[in-house]
């Protein structure tokens, strides 16, 4: 594989696209304090979930968030929807620096920003009707909609496909996907210009799964919402999302149109994720299987230089001491930024491998005692 160098210094936009950004976000970071001692009043260290993380949004456009678990995606989301409040960086929105904007402050756009949660079990109010729950929003903002508020609500179940007469039930009469419906239709109320669905589907049955996100695509289609689509499934992710961005251990790695980033990923870690995707077209090109050593390193110390040189098998002395930036590679398209030292080649096929890619000891030996037995 070849071994590129970087030829362009850091852009922000990570697609070429017309107008201004909706969202800006440049360097966002979040450290979450670690008390220790007696009486737990003093700082011993911080677990860096996200740490410098810089992409950007354009209206009606869904931008995809991927990477295992713990690598900072949902504390990202929730820091975008400043629920949390970010320990570094800037969120700008439509021009606006909210990046420690108050209660005040925030009040004109938090109709335009709005979330969809991961649990729908958890993200409803047990104690209210359907009904209190989808029209709370308004409730808060003070909005009336022509015709009232529960002529409204009545419309939003329909449109997300629920019956207008659960207008008087309660979440426990409903299903999982059903409840998850609920919190899109609470998540229109407002008429957002941007939602952050922070792995809408990952706990619903698979069958179930499709609905949703078809359901999300068709609003997104017809109301020209911004989406940031938070997941692991990199299958849904690409069938959602018009560009993607790899999170590694709290940092952006990679991102660039669906298609540029699925045919041909530049950075290893990312080349490990796709390696893993099920293959559905038997006479398709061999992909090459990449199987990574070890687990995901600590946030509370993570490794110096670049943070997945731990588990990749290009690492070099360079890639401890100097932390790669996200940049412009050559040989990449425009927009299509990665964060390596040493780019894998631009593709995931494995014409000319012979053998898998395997990085895990144990199952290097398993497969060579099965070829000698």
């Not at 609003?219 to 299958?235: K, N, P």
């Not at 040989?331 to 990665?338: E, F, I, S, V």
Request: charged residues 25%.
């Amino acid at each position: 594989m070849s071994e590129n160098k970087t030829t362009t210094a850091v852009t922000d936009k990570a697609a070429p696209a017309e107008g201004r950004p909706l969202l800006e976000v440049k360097g966002l970071t979040k450290h979450f304090p670690i008390y220790g001692g007696f009486p737990f009043k003093r700082q011993v260290g911080a677990v860096q979930a996200v740490d410098g993380v810089t992409l950007d949004v354009f209206p009606g456009e869904s931008l995809g968030l991927v990477g295992e678990s713990g690598c900072g995606k949902s504390t990202t989301g929730r820091m975008l929807t400043r629920l949390l409040e970010p320990t570094g960086g800037t969120i700008t929105y439509d021009g606006r620096d909210i990046t420690h904007a108050g209660r005040k402050e925030l009040a004109p756009i938090r109709s335009e920003i709005q979330m969809i949660f991961q649990d729908p079990y958890a993200s409803l109010n047990p104690r209210q009707t359907v009904g209190k729950i989808i029209s709370g929003p308004m409730e808060i903002n003070g909005i009336n909609p022509p015709g009232g508020r529960e002529a409204r609500v009545r419309e939003l179940l329909e449109t997300v496909g629920l019956n207008p007469e659960h207008y008087n039930r309660f979440p426990h009469e409903f299903s999982g996907g059903q409840r998850q419906r609920i919190g899109v239709a609470r998540a229109l109320a407002l008429e957002p210009k941007l939602i952050i669905a922070d792995e809408p589907v990952s706990a619903l049955d698979v069958s179930i799964q499709a609905q949703v996100v078809n359901l999300l695509q068709e609003l997104q289609r017809e109301r020209g919402i911004a989406f940031v689509f938070i997941a692991h499934d990199l299958s849904i992710v690409r069938h959602f999302s018009q560009r993607v961005a790899v999170m590694y251990l709290g940092k952006v790695v990679e991102i660039a149109d669906r298609d540029t980033l699925y045919e041909g990923p530049r950075h290893p870690y990312t080349h490990a994720l796709l390696s893993a995707v099920p293959e559905t077209d038997i006479d398709a090109q061999k992909r090459e299987r990449i199987r990574l050593v070890g687990d995901v390193p600590s946030p509370i110390m993570p490794p110096s230089g670049c943070r997945f040189r731990t588990r990749c098998w290009k690492a070099q002395d360079k890639c401890a001491t100097e932390e790669p930036p996200l940049v412009q590679i050559s040989g990449n398209k425009p927009g299509h930024l990665t964060a390596c030292h040493f780019p894998e080649d631009p593709t995931t096929a494995a014409a000319d491998r012979k053998e898998d890619v395997v990085m895990d000891p144990a199952l290097q030996a398993l497969e060579k005692d099965v070829k000698h037995a």
